[in-house]
């Protein structure tokens, strides 16, 4: 087996344990959930440092490769494609715990930061369909700075603080939530 695929398979594992224990899962969890010997997984990660900041990219990843269907997605209006891509969740990670994040920001800062520098990056799609969503006359002339600034802020506040875990929320209930506001408002 290649060492991506090995790579892929423990990322993918890990990513399992992570909804099911939260940042207190143990190499041994994810040894047994793909499989293989803790040995062979050091072989690949040093650490579980290591395998957490990779799967905080590999989920990220997984997210911009989604975005991508949903801008190939011929069948969706550019205010449908805006909606998708600001809710969008990879179908293996609907389930995932986003909400336990915020354990991340005392206990492994090199990885929150991680969390940070992703959710703010990559934005240039999203902008793009805001434009071309204004310049259709489908959503109201807005500052897309301002959009991308109220949408991070308010996916930190769910990594930075219990907000969520105290409230019975799902991350995903949650994103949806705030999709939800940000293209409709709350006016009714």
């Known amino acids: ?110 990885i929150y930061t991680r969390v940070e520098e992703r959710l703010e990056s990559g934005w240039d799609t999203t902008i793009e369909l805001l434009k071309r969503g204004m310049d259709e006359g489908v959503i109201k002339p807005v500052d897309t700075a301002i959009v991308k600034v109220m949408f991070e802020a308010t996916l930190e506040q769910f990594f930075r603080r219990d907000v969520l875990v105290k409230n019975g929320i799902s991350y995903s209930e949650a994103l949806a939530e705030v999709v939800y506001i940000i293209c409709n408002g709350i006016k009714k």
């Open 1 to 110: 087996m290649a060492d991506m695929d090995i790579r892929k398979e423990i990322l993918d594992a890990t990513v399992l344990v992570f909804n099911k224990k939260g940042i207190k899962f143990t190499m041994d969890d994810v040894a047994r959930e793909v499989g293989m010997s803790k040995k062979t997984i050091y072989t690949v990660f040093s650490d579980k440092q290591e395998l957490v900041y990779d799967m905080v990219d590999y989920c990220f990843d997984s997210i911009k490769e989604s975005e991508e269907r949903v801008m190939k997605n011929g069948g969706l209006s550019t205010l449908e494609k805006i909606q998708a891509i600001l809710g969008v969740l990879p179908d293996g990670y609907k389930e995932i715990d986003f909400a336990q994040l915020y354990i991340l920001r005392d206990k492994y800062p090199r």
